[in-house]
């Protein structure tokens, strides 16, 4: 059976920024927040290796080819 939970005296800049959140992700106010919820216990388990990856294109993220190469070099001015 489903439970309401109730959030008491939330200060109006969280509010404000929920809202927004929930607005940017076309999203009730309820809505963000049982989605921050959801997420917030399935953060219990690793994520998988095919999660991060559709994680990453969905960013748009891409790693250039040279990071090797500048992660050694910061290395080795250490």
């Known amino acids: 059976m489903p439970t309401n939970l109730s959030i008491k005296n939330a200060p109006d800049?969280?509010?404000e920024?929920?809202?927004a959140r929930a607005e940017r992700n076309h999203?009730?106010?309820q809505?963000?927040?049982m989605a921050i919820i959801e997420a917030?216990?399935?953060a219990d388990r690793p994520a998988?290796?095919?999660e991060i990856l559709?994680?990453?294109r969905r960013l748009g993220l891409n790693t250039p080819n040279e990071s090797a190469a500048l992660?050694?070099?910061d290395r080795d001015g250490r």
Do not use: F, K, N
């Open 13 to 15: 800049h969280i509010v």
């Open 17 to 19: 920024r929920l809202r």
């Open 27 to 29: 999203r009730s106010l």
């Open 31 to 33: 809505g963000e927040l």
């Open 40 to 42: 917030a216990v399935q």
């Open 48 to 50: 998988t290796p095919a």
């Open 54 to 56: 559709a994680d990453v």
């Open 71 to 73: 992660v050694r070099a």
